[in-house]
Nanobody, 129 residues
Framework: QVRLVESGGGSVQPGGSLTLSCEAN???????MGWFRQAPGKEREGVAA???????NYADSVKGRFTISKDNAKNTLYLQMNSLKPEDTAMYYC????????????????????????WGQGTQVTVSS
């Protein structure tokens, strides 16, 4: 069993930055991990996923603004969010695949959430002036 705990959410003005963290007690090494978000009244959407640096992928809406990374020594997944917009307001969730043999799905695919086995409780990000 893997337990995921997110932190780092908060309120920020448009154009600001936040860094989300996700601590995984089951480890992050060689596992695909991702970030998803869900705004009120909207469906959950994939934001970014990573197994190794060269295999990370992003939703078009965050490319160039968000960066996903892992620190395997700290068992922690990060999401650096820059140039935040009001439409980035959502609950952000960390997710992990169970198998070290599984790659990452295209995170923007509608079915991508179904590929992840473990989920955190979420951390709220609010972008507002």
């Amino acid at each position: 069993q893997v337990r995921l705990v997110e932190s780092g959410g908060g309120s920020v003005q448009p154009g600001g930055s936040l860094t989300l963290s996700c601590e995984a007690n089951g480890g992050t090494f060689n596992k695909c991990m991702g970030w998803f978000r869900q705004a009120p009244g909207k469906e959950r959407e994939g934001v970014a996923a990573i197994k190794e640096v060269r295999t990370s992928n992003y939703a078009d809406s965050v490319k160039g603004r968000f960066t996903i990374s892992k620190d395997n020594a700290k068992n922690t997944l990060y999401l650096q969010m820059n140039s935040l917009k009001p439409e980035d307001t959502a609950m952000y969730y960390c997710a992990a695949r169970a198998s070290v043999f599984a790659g990452c799905p295209a995170i923007s695919a509608p079915s991508s959430a179904g590929d992840f086995d473990y989920w955190g409780q979420g951390t709220q990000v609010t972008v507002s002036s």
